[in-house]
């Protein structure tokens, strides 16, 4: 198999993915985003689960800070040596 991503060693002890395998994981990536494993196509790229992917985690990743900054506000709110105080710094950990 001469493909650049076949599964043999390069000459530099790198191992590669063969196509196999990365049609396995793109797979399963779709299985993981909720847009596209809500959509009605069966025919995704592979690009456009990427793409997806990439917009999923950056999504996450907003959220993410979004609820530390709730968390934080609320941290605020309270007293500081109180049982819930606790609570939230070890969620913001």
């Known amino acids: 198999m001469s493909n650049r991503r076949s599964s043999r060693q390069s000459s530099g002890g790198v191992s590669r ?12 990536l779709r299985q993981l985003l909720p847009e596209i494993r809500n959509s009605r196509s069966d025919k995704v790229s592979a690009s456009k689960v990427l793409q ?7 999504s996450l990743h907003k959220e993410v800070d979004d609820l530390s900054d709730r ?4 941290l605020a709110t309270i007293d500081a040596d109180s049982a819930e105080a606790a609570i939230i710094r ?4």
């Open 17 to 28: 993915i063969s196509d196999d395998q990365i049609i396995e994981l793109v797979s399963k």
């Open 52 to 58: 997806e992917t990439c917009n999923y985690i950056r």
């Open 71 to 74: 968390l934080s506000q609320l």
């Open 90 to 93: 070890s969620l913001l950990m």
